[in-house]
């Protein structure tokens, strides 16, 4: 069994800061990308930044870029999401994923928290 859990959600006033941080336990042999994504009210899903594992190579959604910053520690299993000069439309429940592989050779699955709340408003 795989758990990612995050945290860090809270009500921020506009120009504020927040950090999510998520960490994955459980059975795990190996994780590879690590990613945030988010949900808006009435709006699909959407990737907002992304770190592989090797070479910690990033990629962010156009909205964030030059805002918020992916991070992630391997000794912990965990990512973290610093997010500045926060806005309105930054408002979403925000998504921890994890592909990893829970034993040598098995296969790469996506795994997901189950959010947190951040809400940007005066």
């Known amino acids: 069994q795989v758990q990612l859990v995050e945290s860090g959600g809270d009500l921020v006033e506009p120009g504020g800061s927040l950090r999510l941080s998520c960490a994955a336990s459980g059975s795990i042999f190996s994780i590879g990308a690590m990613a945030w994504y988010r949900q808006a009210p009435g709006k699909e899903r959407e990737l907002v930044a992304i770190?592989?594992?090797?070479?910690?190579?990033?990629n962010y959604a156009d909205s964030v870029k030059g805002r918020f910053t992916i991070s992630r520690d391997n000794n912990k299993n965990a990512v973290y999401l610093q997010m500045n000069s926060l806005k309105p439309e930054d408002t979403a429940v925000y998504y921890c994923?994890?592909?990893?592989?829970?034993?040598?050779?098995?296969?790469?699955?996506?795994?997901w928290g189950q959010g947190t709340l951040v809400t940007v408003s005066s």
């Open positions: 994923n994890a592909a990893l592989r829970q034993y040598f050779g098995g296969p790469l699955r996506d795994y």
């Open positions: 770190m592989s594992s090797r070479i910690s190579s990033t």
